[in-house]
């Protein structure tokens, strides 16, 4: 059975800190996201990455980093915490082979900037 | 500019009855489609997929209607339950060159079956 898992459920931040959070898949996968889910909004992708070392930008990049040191860990890093970044954020991951098209999904964390 | 849109925010539905939750897409070269279905505060979980050289899938009380002419897909519910009270999100990708694993998703679509 497939399981990501992210570091929190809940996390509360004040503006301008530096905020990690972490997401770890045991499947092996080669694929791994980061999305934003806001209301009205659907899921929004900030970054993905297709290998170790690898990172691509996804629709809204901007205010986020990433990081994926190994292959089973995937890190997004607001570098500055601002209001309009809590949200609810979802890693997923996904098997890099031709034609495997799912997505598996952590339970999210749930982030409300102060 | 969307390419994948769910335009109906909310629907409510009668336990019992058939919920039909709509999807419409622009980009013809999407070759894949997947439905996911999220309870609030977890995670998506994957529901069904088509592929485009389909027109149906099915998958014990959930079916998945292809019409590439039209560009729409549709995912029914007989009979709905309430337990599938959720948000249902829409998805779609393509097998082509750097986007291969990439889903585009709708914004979704909240169903409520009433008892």
Same mark, same amino acid.
Request: overall charge positive; charged content about 20%.
């Given at each position: 059975?497939?399981?990501?898992?992210?570091?929190?459920?809940?996390?509360?931040?004040?503006?301008?800190?530096?905020?990690?959070?972490?997401? *770890?898949?045991?499947? #092996?996968?080669?694929?791994?996201?980061?999305?934003?889910?806001?209301?009205?909004?659907?899921?929004?992708?900030?970054?993905?990455?297709?290998?170790?070392?690898?990172?691509?930008?996804? #629709?809204?990049?901007?205010?986020?980093? *990433?990081?994926?040191?190994?292959?089973?860990?995937?890190?997004?890093?607001?570098?500055?915490?601002?209001?309009?970044?809590?949200?609810?954020?979802?890693?997923?991951?996904?098997?890099?082979?031709?034609?495997?098209?799912?997505?598996?999904?952590?339970?999210?964390?749930?982030?409300?900037?102060? | 500019?969307? +390419?994948?849109?769910?335009?109906?925010?909310?629907?409510?539905?009668?336990?019992?009855?058939?919920?039909?939750?709509?999807?419409?897409?622009?980009?013809?070269?999407?070759?894949?489609?997947?439905?996911?279905?999220?309870?609030?505060?977890?995670?998506?979980?994957?529901?069904?997929?088509?592929?485009?050289?389909?027109?149906?899938?099915?998958?014990?009380?959930?079916? *998945?209607?292809?019409?590439?002419?039209?560009?729409?897909?549709?995912?029914?519910?007989?009979?709905?339950?309430?337990? #599938?009270?959720? *948000?249902?999100?829409?998805?779609?990708?393509?097998?082509?060159?750097?986007? +291969?694993?990439?889903?585009?998703?709708?914004?979704?679509?909240?169903?409520?079956?009433?008892?």
């Amino acid at each position: 059975d497939v399981k990501v898992t992210q570091s929190s459920r809940y996390l509360v931040k004040r503006t301008g800190e530096k905020v990690f959070l972490e997401c *770890v898949q045991d499947m #092996d996968h080669e694929n791994m996201f980061w999305y934003r889910q806001d209301p009205g909004l659907g899921l929004r992708l900030i970054y993905f990455s297709y290998d170790v070392k690898m990172k691509e930008k996804g #629709d809204i990049p901007e205010g986020y980093s *990433v990081s994926r040191e190994k292959k089973e860990r995937f890190s997004l890093i607001l570098e500055s915490a601002s209001t309009n970044q809590t949200s609810m954020y979802l890693c997923a991951s996904s098997y890099g082979w031709t034609g495997a098209y799912e997505q598996y999904f952590g339970p999210g964390t749930r982030l409300t900037v102060t | 500019d969307q +390419q994948v849109k769910q335009n109906s925010p909310s629907l409510s539905v009668q336990e019992g009855r058939i919920s039909i939750l709509n999807c419409d897409y622009t980009n013809s070269m999407f070759d894949y489609f997947l439905w996911y279905k999220k309870y609030p505060a977890e995670g998506p979980t994957f529901l069904i997929s088509i592929s485009s050289i389909k027109d149906k899938n099915e998958d014990g009380r959930f079916t *998945v209607f292809l019409n590439k002419s039209a560009k729409h897909l549709s995912l029914h519910i007989v009979p709905s339950q309430p337990g #599938d009270s959720a *948000v249902y999100f829409c998805a779609a990708t393509m097998n082509y060159g750097g986007s +291969q694993g990439n889903l585009i998703f709708g914004k979704g679509t909240k169903l409520s079956v009433k008892p």
